[in-house]
């Protein structure tokens, strides 16, 4: 049995990853289809000095890859295995990795407009992505919102969005990067493994499922930064990290008090 999805055509296998097989749901999820995607470059890591404390080592430097990259859970982000990605780097586990930000995704489209504003070409994997995407609007994914990636059974689910550090500045040598950079509010996603498989450039991302509330990476992100008063909002999307939730309800109070 084959179905076509927007242009798109799923197998069985596909079609039991959606939710349906003979026109009947095989679990308990609703199936919400939505935009079609692709990846277009997996990204790991080239270890390097970090540039913002020459002391020590940061995966930064994400450079595409030729052929399949294994993807699971890593665990947790201190003491676990870092990024959700086989072959990766993280060096800074007091910020990054983790089973909440398994793998970062920024879309090429972004990184198109952000060249034409810096008037510098930018390579897939230059914002430290794991994955570049096209077709997908990532900075508007919602959180709890699911992914399914190409063919080996690969899903991923929507959690945060990337707040901006002085490694991200220094590594792009740009004077008022962070700032800039949240100004923009344009910060892609984090996404966690919620089933294992593997990734490769050209794979399909088929949103499966998506959630019915506000909260996408991009208000997540001005709630965090800008806009405050935002924050008593977030709290509707029950797949944010639990760590997010403590420090929306921590700023919350503190902001009542």
Not at 79 to 103: E, F, K, P, T
Request: include cysteine; charged fraction near 25%.
């Amino acid at each position: 049995m084959r179905r076509s999805v927007s242009g798109h055509t799923l197998g069985v296998r596909g079609l039991r990853m959606l939710g349906e097989v003979d026109g009947a749901p095989t679990s308990g999820r609703p199936l919400i289809l939505g935009p079609m995607g692709q990846v277009l470059a997996v990204n790991l890591a080239h270890p390097m000095t970090n540039p913002n404390d020459r002391e020590r080592v940061t995966g930064i430097d994400k450079r595409p890859t030729a052929g399949p990259v294994e993807v699971r859970a890593p665990g947790p982000m201190r003491g676990g295995l870092g990024s959700g990605l086989v072959g990766d780097l993280i060096c800074d586990d007091r910020y990054h990795g983790g089973d909440d930000q398994a793998v970062y995704a920024y879309a090429r489209e972004d990184l198109d407009a952000w060249a034409l504003t810096l008037g510098r070409d930018i390579g897939d994997g230059a914002f430290g992505e794991n994955l570049t995407t096209s077709g997908v609007d990532v900075t508007g994914a919602k959180v709890g919102e699911r992914w399914m990636v190409g063919t080996d059974g690969l899903l991923l689910e929507v959690t945060r969005p990337r707040i901006p550090c002085g490694t991200f500045a220094k590594w792009l040598e740009i004077k008022g990067w962070v700032k800039t950079f949240t100004k923009a509010a344009i910060p892609g996603a984090y996404l966690r493994v919620i089933t294992p498989g593997t990734v490769r450039s050209g794979d399909q991302i088929v949103v499966i499922d998506r959630p019915d509330h506000e909260v996408t990476m991009g208000f997540v992100f001005r709630a965090l930064t800008l806009e405050p008063d935002l924050l008593p909002r977030l709290l509707v999307a029950d797949a944010l990290p639990n760590e997010t939730k403590r420090l929306v309800q921590r700023r919350t109070r503190r902001k009542i008090g």
